[in-house]
């Protein structure tokens, strides 16, 4: 079993209550993960998922290895029958194939590049580890989904939504740098298997890719989207049309205290880290109806659920034997 | 309960009769840490501090996790009502927020920037955790203080000296950089709790913090100062008054073995890291009077005690609570 | 006891024995490292040796500090009576003493900067902290040496060998930058304790360090040194005599199925990363008699037999006193 997209979710209602369950006992399988080791590599910047992921583990009873791949480690190929005569010293399938040796659960965390979109969609280094790796592989946000923080926003919803169905926005805002469309991307994926009024709201020019969007609705008045709604999700994200490039940085798509009065009475939701008074006003995220801690307390109960279920399926490690078949995916 | 401060010491002369006593079984205390965790956040770089601290927790049975937020993690703004639209990617009110909620205590080294008094002595980095955590705070050495290290000199001296009230001399010595005050201004603060005839010397225009050394004895004639002195405690800083400038860099007042003839056979200390024949020549910080290992190693029970003080203090945390409300500081 | 070079081992054979007992049941001493700490010093990057190392120590039960010396701390100085007013922020006998106050095993890499032959030949890294550090050193490459790689290696080719006194090539192959001897250096220096018939095959121009060589047979051709191989083990380094310069860059060096064929069914190896298409073909390393992924799962035991073998000899520590005598080596 792997965790790299919200495609892995079986049964996202189940998940969601299984991941509640473990916040009120978060050391109840403490030993699940006695004796085993999570392999978390970075290739980009993190705090929340560095910290929580870890901690998740921890809870679990796991010993953690942590290591940043830019300054650590060797720079990587990728591509297959590459003559490495350039700047990578080392190719994905040895690396892969042999941090699979070390470890039990490998995470990884690779940003887009926000230059090549084909590249991007490749996800190539969540897919070289797929393909090498001989053990489960977990998206600790990769090039176009962060499907743990989805996870997280799924948790959090459930924990404050009132009875009725309710109306979802995620709204895009300004940002000074372009951001990639991972958490967005993964926030659409993750909508589109819960029962709401599920509304995506950005400049023109700021659609998602369509292959993910499909039929989720599109409106491109952001106050006539926040009409009635009950989650404000809020994110940048970079144009995906025209990749990766900032086309608007209209400050009228801040999210501020008058366009929440349009909701009903809506809370405030950001994967975080945030850009205030440019994203959002301090008004709305200092606000009660700010729920952007409670959001970031759940990415260790998110990313604790997928470690569990993995565990869950790991036979008893034969440790005397190198791991040479690939694992069923 | 924070320890970001010599003032959070209570009584000086029992917090350092608890270390000795934690000196002697560093392993007693193995499950008071069980399942509690300690993050430590570095903004500058750090060997004994880094290194001990995470000891004297693995002692005390806590899970570490260790951020360089420098390359690691995002860059920080801690200007209340900000318009992040330059290099900041994340608010501190966020960044404390969240961390507080996977750790049970957090650490930080934040360095003075020697650029801006002011800020320096509003300890941005420290203040802003103070202020928006909801866990206990340890200062790993701040902009003006390194409190951890000023206990682990009291200790120290409590093992070396003998029975008569100390003659203890802070020396200044010159040094190749611009260094921060933060050691010197602890350690005058921590003497000022001690039964000691305490003299600080140095150049003119050295002068520490006057709000700092009150009536502190200064003499700026460093042979005078060293006359039946029983502890040398020697370290650099830069100007507080021409703030952070080098201005003087005479090598008259390097420590040697001639000015320690003047003294009544003085141990000789300091924090480490130490430039030799610069700050003090090889013959002194290689006799047998030197005494800056057990200094060093005095590092790991000063942050036991600190740790233990904090986690005796931690009510059975709640773990499927969000923490909202700030702590009794 | 240290591991800092293959003329540590007492018996190859029986370490390779152990080890590979250790192979069998990887668990068996899990209380041995209980509350016992080992520090990782890394002043190189390090992906295989850094993981596997910890994943030994976490075997053994043991804690684990890791720490990147050139950008977590401070610039060492190791020259003896240097007047430390320039780069260098700390004497290696400070930070040595200092970090052997917290670890009971220190572990180091620190590569030869190929400049300087004679500082190289020093090993000024691993050798300081020989001298100054008071608990056993175990070398994770150093500038002469990466005798933990070759246990690995003498491990791995155990494990594949047929019954006969096997045919090993140590095969130079090229590469784009300028490559340490290192683990060349350790193969020959392990190859020379084992009954085998041992050829070392390059450009002239190649020869590794005579004195390490000493009557170890060499081959000029690499057409005929491949003849009847039974282990084909390929490595790139720069030139010995011409220190650390690239001589020569023949991509017929390449190891290519058809120099595979030469051979009688010979195992290919290489200590990895391995530039793929310059040292070896695609072809070679895919194929079924390629065992580099084996022997990259081996180096966790060779670190778990060194660190065992270590512990075994650790008196119960007596944590409150300061370790001022050296060790016997």
Chains 1, 2, 3 share one sequence.
């Not at 090498?132 to 919803?157: C, F, K």
Request: aromatic share 8%; with cysteine; hydrophobic share 40%.
């Amino acid at each position: 079993m792997n965790y790299t997209s919200i495609k892995d979710i079986d049964s996202l209602s189940k998940w969601v209550k299984s991941a509640i369950k473990i916040k009120s006992k978060p050391l109840k399988n403490k030993k699940l993960g006695k004796n085993k080791t999570l392999g978390m590599l970075f290739f980009n910047p993190s705090l929340r998922t560095r910290l929580s992921t870890q901690k998740a583990a921890l809870n679990l009873g796991m010993n953690v290895m942590v290591m940043n791949f830019t300054n650590e480690g060797w720079t990587l190929e990728f591509e297959d029958g590459a003559i490495m005569n350039q700047g990578a010293s080392e190719h994905i399938k040895e690396a892969a194939e042999v941090v699979s040796q070390y470890c039990d659960i490998i995470a990884i965390r690779a940003f887009a590049g926000l230059v090549d979109k084909e590249k991007d969609n490749a996800e190539t280094v969540m897919a070289g580890f797929l393909k090498y790796a001989t053990v489960p592989i977990v998206n600790m946000e990769g090039a176009t989904g962060h499907p743990l923080q989805s996870l997280a926003d799924a948790i959090t919803m459930e924990e404050f939504k009132t009875e009725h169905r309710p109306k979802v926005v995620l709204s895009w805002a300004p940002h000074p740098k372009a951001l990639p469309q991972a958490v967005a991307t993964s926030f659409v994926e993750m909508m589109q298997l819960q029962d709401a009024d599920f509304v995506i709201t950005h400049p023109k020019g700021y659609e998602l890719n369509p292959e993910i969007t499909k039929d989720s609705k599109i409106e491109y008045d952001q106050n006539k989207a926040f009409e009635n709604a009950d989650f404000i999700y809020t994110k940048n994200w970079s144009s995906y049309s025209d990749y990766g490039k900032i086309t608007n940085s209209d400050p009228n798509w801040t999210v501020t205290a008058d366009k929440m009065k349009l909701t009903n009475n809506a809370k405030f939701m950001h994967c975080l880290p945030v850009r205030r008074n440019v994203i959002v006003t301090d008004e709305v995220i200092d606000s009660e109806n700010s729920i952007v801690i409670e959001q970031a307390n759940n990415r260790t109960y998110a990313a604790q659920l997928v470690l569990q279920k993995i565990l869950m399926t790991l036979a008893p490690k034969e440790a005397n034997k190198t791991k040479k078949s690939k694992k069923n995916k």
